[in-house]
Every structure is written in C-alpha cells, then in structure tokens.
C-alpha cells in the first residue's frame, strides 16, 4: 500500500520569509497524483496545489511551488513571501489512478509577525 | 468547483447511538469518500461509496460499524453506529468532480464527540 511521510510536525517561519515542507511517499506506481492540501482551524481541507507524476515540471501556484522529484519520490512544498494567513495544517496526499487518496501526518505552520 | 454540503455540521452523542452524517453536492461527481480524522491526526480513508452497490472499505473499518448510503451521483449517507467516545472525531465527505481534473474537493466536516 501506498504511504505518505511527513517527517515534520511543526514548522515556523517568519512572515515574508520562505519555508519548505517535506513530503515523501513510497509507491510502486508509475501513474499517480500528489497534493498539498491546508487546514486552517476552519478545518475545511483546501487544495493549495497539485503535481501528475507524469509531468516533469514542477508546479506553481502564485507563491507555492513544489519540488518533485520521481525517482527520489519526493515531494516538498515551498511558501514564498509567506502571510499570516498561511498558518495551518499543511498535508501532503497521494492518490492512485484507483481514486482513493492517502495523506501524511500532517505539518503544523506557524508564522510568526 | 462545487459545493458540498454536509450535515450535521457538529453533534454531541450519547454512547450505544447511532448517527448519520449526509453528503449533498451541488454537481454531479464521479467518486465519493468519506474520510475521518481524529483528534490532532491525519485523515484514513473509511470507504469509497458506490452509486447503486455497497461500499467499499478500508482495512480496520467494517460495513456494521460505519454502513455507508449512496443512492444517487450527488449524494451520500455515512452512518457511525453503536457509538463510543473512541468513535469522538471529524468525518468529511469527499468527491472528485467530474471535470476535477483528479482533485479531491472536501465538505466542512462533521464533528462528532461522544460522551
């Protein structure tokens, strides 16, 4: 089965900095899709970006990137410029061209004015 | 993108009862999860519901404990029954949308303590 590690419990930043959120998996599938995904104490799940293991590129979103590195099944998250609103829960997902997704433990991001 | 709805939004529950948590979405969606995340954890996947047939289940979770509804594309029931405080946690819906590009789109969440 597959499993998604996230080996920080917490992290800090100071606003306007940046900050990197690991993310590993292990998997035997050529074929998947990974995601981060934010949880404010709202605790609504919010899609913060995505990557198709297919693709090369790394994707952006405004001031998210990721680092994805297949072979080394990789998959870490950097905040540019980072805003109060930033803080939250941050998981890192899985999902298998079956459909079903499996997340990670979970990065607690506190940013600090 | 589409709206999820789910319903109750919170409740507090005696031991030995049973609840059921709905699942409206405002489109049609492809699949539907019901997830559920425990205190100060991560999310486990409980089942994937199937329009029209049973649902199918997660290693640790079984049929009679939480019996999961899909009668339509749009919505779903998810039921926690015979309840214990170990039972206290938040259940989200989720779909992936027809045209969601693979997303996972999730509702608020269900936050139940049992006393």
């Known amino acids: 089965a597959q499993t998604v590690t996230q080996s920080q419990p917490e992290m800090s930043v100071q606003e306007a900095e940046t900050v990197t959120l690991s993310c590993t998996y292990d998997t035997s599938e050529s074929d998947y899709y990974l995601f981060w995904y934010k949880q404010p104490p709202s605790r609504q799940m919010i899609l913060v970006i995505r990557?198709?293991?297919?693709?090369?590129q790394n994707a952006t979103e405004n001031r998210f990137s990721v680092n994805f590195q297949k072979a080394a099944k990789s998959f870490s998250l950097k905040i540019s410029d980072s805003q109060l609103g930033d803080a939250a829960m941050y998981f890192c997902?899985?999902?298998?061209?079956?459909?079903?997704?499996?997340f990670g433990a979970g990065t607690r991001l506190t940013v600090k004015p | 993108s589409a709206v999820i709805s789910q319903k109750p939004s919170r409740d507090i529950c005696q031991r030995g009862t049973s609840l059921t948590i709905q699942c409206q979405v405002d489109s049609q969606v492809t699949m539907m999860f019901w997830y559920r995340q425990q205190p100060g954890q991560s999310l486990t996947l409980i089942a994937t519901a199937n329009q029209g047939s049973e649902a199918t289940y997660e290693s640790g979770f079984v049929i009679d404990k939480f019996p999961i509804s899909r009668p339509n594309l749009t919505f779903s029931t998810l039921t926690v029954s015979n309840m214990s405080p170990e039972d206290s946690s938040i259940y989200l819906c989720?779909?992936?949308?027809?045209?969601?590009?693979?997303?996972?789109?999730f509702g608020a969440g269900s936050r139940l303590t049992v006393l």
């Open positions: 997902a899985y999902r298998s061209p079956r459909g079903d997704m499996r």
């Open positions: 989720s779909v992936v949308l027809n045209s969601g590009a693979n997303v996972l789109t």
């Open positions: 990557q198709e293991a297919y693709k090369q």
